[in-house]
């Protein structure tokens, strides 16, 4: 439960949560209502929340973020590419940059015994205190005493003075949010029947309902042919699809670009011996089963067409995982598939973290802020024309990466990935507006 300290180079002050006066975070519980000087036209510096969501069961973060930074200096930086900033840009950004504050939101109906030991543990130590409650849910606001001392010598005057009161309006707005059960995405839909209409790959009619009726468990698979992972996953697919048949469950895939590749996705099947059945892309599915852009990822249905749990998003090492799950649908017990931890990544020999965007139809997306963190800071890198980004990390710990902007003409990816312990690639993919 550490404090995550955000190196944001890019002008992210100037987002939407700065130009509004209410803002809902619903993934951490919290409505704010910001006063007037949290305005971008009104602030010498930046300011920007950055909710971190569901970090563990039950366990939420929120955190916010000041650069005490010319706007135009941080918009300089947020073009550079990783391997453009020097040492000297981000020692610059380290010292002119600090919490405002960071509060976790605890919900107790589902904490955990371990992490209700950990909370504990932190508020005995002083490093947390309880600030607000409201039923099972309780917000506790982190101690920054010592960042803050630490911080205000290495910035000028004006900024100093803005921090201050910042710090202190801020507190007040915490202090008078609405609180209330977080939500995650996708959870409000497990026990949902879904209902939806399409095409094979060859063209003919599907309907979801005679996809399910026939089987106790319907795996539904979503791949694309540019996804490193979902390839890598195929010819075990294809095996557990046979293997598990006499259980009465079947494997679905739908393959998001086949409109455009088509006959790569029939022949990417053929070689892997994917031989269950395939869709083309379904309309508004992604709507319907608020899929988070992350490739591949699998979600379970009943005879009815009924989501019995948490998608399961990325491909696992071996089959087996799947089939725990499956097992456990099969015997009547309660499955908590884990939230997104390992999107589609793929190990590389370039002695760096490799971040490459893509949109649903196998475009490099240029332009993706991207947020790359150790448990302790955070590094940003933009992508290149290659929809490339570059990290310079140390191996031998998991990262977590976030898409935190996205370029004009594509919708908000909240997706939350994880890198392996050594040097990978790491694929996601964006989806293009309406």
């Known amino acids: 439960m550490k404090i995550i300290l955000c190196m944001l180079l890019a002008s992210l002050g100037t987002t939407a949560f700065a130009e509004e006066d209410r803002v809902a975070i619903e993934e951490v519980g919290l409505t704010l209502t910001f006063p007037d000087e949290f305005k971008e036209e009104n602030m010498k510096g930046t300011f920007t929340p950055y909710p971190s969501g569901e970090i563990d069961e039950g366990l939420y973060y929120v955190s916010f973020i000041y650069n005490a930074m010319p706007k135009e200096e941080l918009a300089i930086l947020s073009e550079k590419s990783m391997d453009e900033l020097t040492e000297a840009d981000l020692a610059l950004v380290r010292s002119k940059q600090s919490l405002l504050a960071a509060l976790y939101v605890i919900d107790f109906s589902l904490l955990s015994d371990d992490n209700l030991a950990i909370l504990e543990e932190e508020t005995g130590s002083n490093r947390m205190a309880e600030f607000t409650k409201n039923g099972d849910v309780t917000t506790y606001l982190c101690n920054l005493d010592e960042q803050t001392a630490e911080f205000l010598p290495n910035i000028a ?29 996708g959870k409000d839909l497990v026990g949902k029947t879904i209902s939806f209409t399409g095409t094979d790959l060859d063209g003919s009619p599907v309907k979801s309902e005679d996809i399910f009726k026939d089987h106790a468990i319907t795996m539904v698979n979503l791949w694309a042919t540019w996804c490193h992972n979902c390839i890598d996953e195929m010819t075990g697919l294809g095996d557990m699809a046979r293997r598990l048949a006499d259980k009465n469950v079947a494997v679905v895939g739908i393959c998001m670009d086949a409109d455009d590749q088509l006959e790569e996705c029939k022949a990417i099947l053929k070689e892997h011996q994917a031989d269950y059945l395939n869709l083309m892309p379904v309309e508004d599915l992604e709507e319907l089963l608020e899929w988070q852009g992350s490739l591949p990822t699998s979600y379970f249905f009943d005879s009815e067409g009924k989501l019995l749990c948490m998608p399961f998003r990325g491909a696992p090492s071996t089959m087996d995982a799947y089939e725990e799950v499956i097992d456990d649908l099969l015997a009547g017990n309660e499955v908590a598939v884990e939230l997104p931890d390992s999107p589609h990544t793929a190990a590389n020999d370039e002695g760096v973290y490799r971040v490459i965007v893509s949109d649903t139809d196998g475009n490099l997306v240029k332009g993706t802020t991207i947020q790359f963190c150790s448990d302790t800071t955070c590094s940003m890198g933009k992508t290149d024309e290659n929809g490339m980004a570059v990290f310079k990390m140390e191996e031998g710990q998991v990262y ?12 908000k990816h909240t997706g939350d990935y994880k890198t392996d312990e050594t040097y990978c690639d790491i694929y996601i993919s964006l989806t293009k507006a309406a």
């Open 400 to 411: 977590s990466v976030h898409v935190l902007k996205v370029p004009a003409g594509y919708e």
């Open 157 to 185: 005057p004006a900024y100093q003075a803005e921090f201050q009161a910042l710090q202190a309006s801020l507190l007040e707005v915490l202090k008078n949010a609405e609180l209330y059960k977080p939500v995650t995405p």
